[in-house]
Structures are given as structure tokens and as C-alpha cells.
């Protein structure tokens, strides 16, 4: 499928978020690793490989898409992997952003989010899953069709399976 870009949204250490919308106009997120990234590190490939066992869940932002990007060395006619871009369904905004808004956060509001981040956890646990890296702005949070704000965890680039 071909994607194109809207807005870039953040850089971490790994890669890039932006938003973009899929050929039928639908509003996605690309998570895109770069190639040192893809190659050398085990952190976009355990975030892949969390997202996909994950993506059913209410708690982790639906995996839509995965695709390689490549590119080509002109002169020897070979191409190599540029990226990898994970293709998720797109959240309204962050926790970081959504708890600076002081006029959103009422005590229910703080009660059902705390509520929702605990299950969470539980969640991911349940599944031999610890995340290691939990903060406001990997909390994504999306409304409903009622306008109540509900949690979703991303970032599971240093996520580790649990050993039982």
C-alpha cells in the first residue's frame, strides 16, 4: 500500500513518527526505524515482533502494515534496506500532551486512565510481557465515539518477554 506523509509528529533514538493517510484516505501512523537501526539493533524487530503477537489487543495500537523501504546503489545495480516503517492506527494525541491540558484531566477522567494503564500492565504481563520504558508520552491516547479518552501503550523498542 502506498502511504503519504502528513505531519511529522517526533524523532526518538531509533526513528521517526509521523502521520500519514493510507490510498483510501484513512489516518495512519509510520514508525520508521532507520537502517542502522533495522540492521544492528534488535529493538525495532522486538517492537515488530510485540506489535504483531499485541495487535488484537485494546491496549497496543492496532500493527496495519509493515514495509521495507530500499534503496539502490546506482553503479552496481543492488539495493539494501533503507528502513523499516511499522503502519499503526493513529492515536488523537500523547499522555504527554493530554495531561499538560490541566482543563482535561478531571479526577474521573485521572481514574479511568490510571485504571486503563494498570489493565494494561497487567495485560502485557499476562503475556509474558514487560515494557521497561512506561511514560506519558509512550501512553497514546485515543477518544471514543462518546469523546472519553481511552490508553493505548506504544514503544516496546526496549520491551523485554518475561522468563517464568
Known sequence: MIYTRD??????????VSTSRDSSGN?????????????SGFN???ELDILSKLSSSIYVPKLIDVELKYFEFSRIKKSK?????????????????????????????SIHLTTQLFLAVKY?????????????SNMLIKYDGNGVP???LCDFGFATFLCY
Request: proline share 3%.
Open 7 to 16: 505531519k511529522f509528529l517526533k524523532a526518538g533514538s531509533y526513528g521517526r
Open 27 to 39: 489516518p495512519v501512523a509510520l514508525k520508521e526505524f532507520m537502517y542502522e537501526h533495522v540492521v
Open 44 to 46: 525495532s524487530l522486538r
Open 81 to 109: 534496506i533503507d528502513s523499516l516503517v511499522l503502519v499503526t492506527e493513529l492515536a488523537d494525541t500523547d499522555g504527554e500532551a493530554f495531561f499538560k491540558d490541566r482543563s482535561r484531566c478531571t479526577i474521573e477522567i
Open 124 to 136: 502485557l504481563h499476562s503475556r509474558g510481557i514487560t515494557h521497561r520504558d512506561l511514560k506519558p
Open 150 to 152: 481511552n490508553l493505548k
